[in-house]
Structures are given as C-alpha cells and as structure tokens.
Nanobody, 122 residues
Framework: QVQLVESGGGLVQAGGSLRLSCAAS?????????MGWFRQAPGKERDFVAA????????WYADSVKGRFTISRDNAEGTVYLQLNSLKPEDTAVYYC??????????????WGQGTQVTVSS
C-alpha cells in the first residue's frame, strides 16, 4: 500500500510559478513506481498532465503543458515534483499525483493522493 500526499498548491497570478510536491509513504517501493500528475477542473473530467518512469530518465507530458511544466522525482526522499511555470488561468484545477506499479504512464494508476488546489488568476 502506498499513501500519497500532495502539497504546494495555491493562488498565483497568470505568468507565475508554483512547485507541487507529492510525498509517498513506503519509500522502499517508491523507486519502483511510475508516477503521474493529473488535474481536474470544475465540471470537467480528470486529465493527464505528466508522468515519470521509475528511474526519472523518461518523462511524458500533455501537449497543453509541454515547455511550461516539468516533472521530476527524488527516489531517496520518496517524492515526486511538478514545477509549473508560465501559468495560465486555464491551468486552474485540483492537481493529483498517482502511482503505478507498471511502466504504462497512460494506463491505470493504482494509488492516488487527495489533491491540491491550483488557482491562476488573470
């Protein structure tokens, strides 16, 4: 069982930056998981944002965030990060991190955090 806790959300003006963190319990297994970030805006479905493989060597991004967001991980700390730059009002959403035992970044994730709110004002 892996428990995920997100932090770092908040209110920021358009063009600003935030850094989201997701801390995982069970560090001994964290390094084996593919980690992903998703977001859900009000009234919309949850969408894929980014993912990173177990080693940190391969990353994937949604087209809408490429060049603005960066996913990274620290396996020793059991934490995955999402750096959000050049934020736009349409980035406003609850952001969730998720863990997956298989390297299938666009597949089904096994564990989810509770989410952290990101609000971008225009």
């Amino acid at each position: 069982q892996v428990q995920l806790v997100e932090s770092g959300g908040g209110l920021v003006q358009a063009g600003g930056s935030l850094r989201l963190s997701c801390a995982a319990s069970g560090r001994s297994t964290f390094s084996t998981y593919c980690m992903g970030w998703f977001r859900q805006a009000p009234g919309k479905e949850r969408d894929f944002v980014a993912a990173i493989d177990w080693s940190g060597g391969t990353t994937w991004y949604a087209d809408s965030v490429k060049g603005r967001f960066t996913i990274s991980r620290d396996n020793a700390e059991g934490t995955v990060y999402l750096q959000l730059n050049s934020l736009k009002p349409e980035d406003t959403a609850v952001y969730y991190c998720a863990a997956q035992a298989f390297s299938d970044p666009f597949g089904t994730y096994d564990y989810w955090g509770q989410g952290t709110q990101v609000t971008v004002s225009s």
